[in-house]
């Protein structure tokens, strides 16, 4: 019985701390998807993830996009995403930082790839 | 500019941590690395944690954290410099993220969970080292531990979406 009560301890654990833990995946707000479109600043195709500043509409943004690897496996290579190109990227915008958001796709050059 | 964000900014700008960015492969064999470190280490800690809390009691406790112990311990020569060389690639971003900055107040936690656990409830061992339950106060130690290195755990894989 001890044992028991044990275990449901834990596993009260393993779902209640990813539950608050969690809070910070959701400082991109998903119920506010966004699509800019605009020229890249700046790009960085780094670890742990690459990003891309984007003047649009008379509006710096950072986007977030996803890793190297996964950019590279998917056909954007660091030289599709290089200043002085357009792209148009789709989103969440940051809860916290009014010109940061979280890029779910790009589009450089008519070829849209997923980041997620 | 403060001497703390001066030696992060050092520290992300240094050769080592801009070859972590740049590198196709480097971040994900770092990571790796960490991964394999931290699964001996966090299993050697669990596995005596829950011989401490009363399972498998017909293995002697004292022989038990002779042969987990060090391996735990040994890992950390593969953690500790994989997750130096994540954190400077990132570091001035990490000190501000909430997932981060718990894990390391957690490890700080479960590092004086531990030596306490050894300065006190365990030199009493060879009383309760195998068959009996041990103290109230070892069984604590090791619950808190359980409880913290799930918490570390969590908190590390969270870094990423904090």
Redesign the interface.
Known sequence: M??LL?LSG?VT??VA??AI?????S?YDNDKPITLTGTVVEA?Y???HGTIKLDASGKTWVAVLA???RM?ARGLSSTDLKTGVQATVEGYPSRDDPTEMRAERITIGGKTTELR | MSPGSQLLHALEHGGIAAAMRDSMWLYPVVETVHIVGFTILVGAVILFDLRVLGLSKRVPVRMLAGHLLPWGTAALLLIVPAGLLMFSSDAANLVGNRAFVLKMLLLMLAGTNAAAFHMGSFRSAEKWDQGVAAPLSARLHAAVSLLLWLGIVTCGRMIAYA
């Open positions: 001890r044992k044990a834990f654990f393993l701390v990813p833990a969690h809070h910070g995946w400082s960085s780094t670890y742990p890793p190297p690897s590279s």
